[in-house]
């Protein structure tokens, strides 16, 4: 009973100083393996052993809670650490040379020939999304689009705060086998035997999509009706008075040919033109090409350094501006710690023996019609978390290693947890007044924080619980 006491205090006290480093945007890195260092050595005082399949003790209980991060980082850098890293470097090349700027103009060009104001905000909503590809960042790609899309939505006539919802919201959860939350919660279906050998593509495709693309369709509807609604009412309260003029700096126009824009163009979104060129052939004539995410974006990646000899002449400089792509690589880093710092807790947990007292409750709730519950309380504090912190990433790369034991404990599929959990975190940041993207375009047209939520929040919790929904009738 003591022991009881001890573990849920402890796990419990662990749990809150996470939560509170995430909302106070300190590093949530450090404290991830703070907390399992302290929880590992709790579970030794206790008298259990470290939660980890053959582990090799050092001989000093002092050491082997650093003996398991030193494990946890070499597993993870044979699996997912090292596809993270592999895209980091290549998302960094792109922007090096200047790739994603043109993918970003081709794109948005079409744009000024809307000429419905409202028609335009499920079409920018979606193409935003499909922007999100390339540039994965939901700050980085806000910055961007407030430079480039943000004036001309304003020159058809659109209101300065649909056009800063549509931004806003920009970056949700549009399917991508680069994305590397996803990379993550594939490597960790791997383990289960229902998904043995899932591969990252596999898992977008034939999971991920079914809820995504539905859901991002959906938001582009409620988006066009609640906008609307929303500047009506803005009209009505502003008596005539016209609307303040926001000014946004000018992106550098991109120039050069047909060819060069095309080929460009296409070059950041080539790893998943690959992808699915291969996916494609498998379903249509059952030829099984087993491309992965990293030879994928290998082969792309030498594809680039061609184009960029052809239009630089064969200048030497081309090769030495490769070394962007490894400093990339180091870039990505932080990632890859985080997913190690992640396990660490979550051993943590596992050694003092709380995940098994959780997996015996779920196992006495079977049968009993409620296996939605496990999903919709992950999908809660998902979403608590995230509106407290601004970020929905970090709580979800921490809470990863927990699917498959929670899902096999509850007799559900693990599918219904990660979808609607992954999904959540990114739909729930732009509603949350401390989020960068959110305080980003808050600034730009000079409002706070709140009036950019009141224009995002319907729509995005309206795709929470679409997808909710959507999850549990597809994969429960």
Not at 182 to 199: D, G, M, P, R, T
Not at 348 to 363: N, R, T
Request: glycine share 6%; hydrophobic share 55%.
């Amino acid at each position: 009973m003591a022991t009881n006491l001890v573990m849920y205090a402890a796990a419990t006290i662990a749990v809150v100083v996470v939560i509170y480093m995430l909302i106070k945007k300190m590093d949530i890195k450090i404290s991830l393996f703070l907390m399992g260092i302290l929880l590992i050595l709790l579970s030794l005082g206790l008298g259990k052993e470290i939660a980890v399949k053959d582990f090799v003790s050092t001989g000093s209980f002092l050491l082997d809670p650093l003996q398991v991060i030193v494990q946890q980082f070499k597993e993870t850098f044979s699996a997912a650490g090292f596809v993270i890293l592999i895209l980091g470097g290549y998302t960094a090349y792109m922007s090096a040379i200047g790739a994603n700027d043109v993918t970003v103009n081709v794109l948005t060009k079409p744009i000024s020939k809307f000429k419905s104001v409202y028609v335009l905000v499920p079409v920018v909503f979606l193409l935003g999304n499909l922007l999100s590809l390339v540039i994965p960042s939901a700050s980085n790609l806000a910055i961007i689009l407030l430079a480039t899309l943000f004036p001309v939505l304003k020159r058809a006539g659109m209101s300065s705060l649909t056009a800063a919802a549509i931004i806003a919201t920009s970056a949700t959860i549009i399917p991508t086998p680069l994305g590397s939350d996803n990379v993550a919660i594939a490597q960790e279906l791997a383990k289960h035997q229902l998904f043995a050998n899932l591969s990252v593509t596999d898992y977008v495709f034939k999971y991920h999509a079914l809820v995504s693309i539905p859901t991002l369709i959906f938001i582009a509807l409620v988006h066009f009706f609640w906008q609307r609604r929303m500047d009506k009412k803005a009209a009505a309260k502003s008596d005539g008075q016209t609307e303040a003029n926001v000014k946004v700096e000018q992106a550098a126009q991109i120039d050069g040919g047909k060819l060069y824009k095309t080929v460009y163009a296409l070059l950041p979104i080539f790893p998943i033109v690959l992808l699915l060129a291969a996916y494609g052939l498998q379903m249509a004539t059952g030829t099984v090409i087993n491309i992965s995410v990293e030879v994928a974006t290998i082969v792309s990646f030498i594809l680039a350094i061609i184009c960029e000899l052809i239009r630089n002449k064969g200048n030497k400089k081309v090769l030495a501006d490769t070394e962007v792509f490894f400093k990339g690589m180091g870039g990505a880093m932080s990632i890859v710690a985080l997913l190690v710092a992640a396990s660490v807790f979550v051993t943590g947990l596992k050694s003092i023996g709380l995940i098994d007292a959780l997996q015996q409750s779920m196992q006495n709730s079977q049968g009993k019609g409620l296996d939605f519950v496990l999903p919709l309380i992950m999908v809660a504090v998902t979403g608590l978390i995230t509106l407290l912190s601004g970020s929905g990433l970090a709580l979800f790369f921490a809470m990863v290693p927990l699917v498959v034991p929670l899902a096999d404990a509850a007799g559900i599929n693990p599918i219904a947890i990660s979808v609607p959990m992954g999904l959540a975190g990114n739909l729930f940041r732009a509603v949350s007044p401390v989020a960068a993207v959110v305080l980003i375009v808050a600034g730009t047209v000079k409002v706070e924080p709140i009036e950019i939520v009141k224009r995002t929040s319907v729509p995005m919790i309206a795709g929470v619980v679409f997808m909710f929904i959507l999850s549990m009738v597809l994969f429960l």
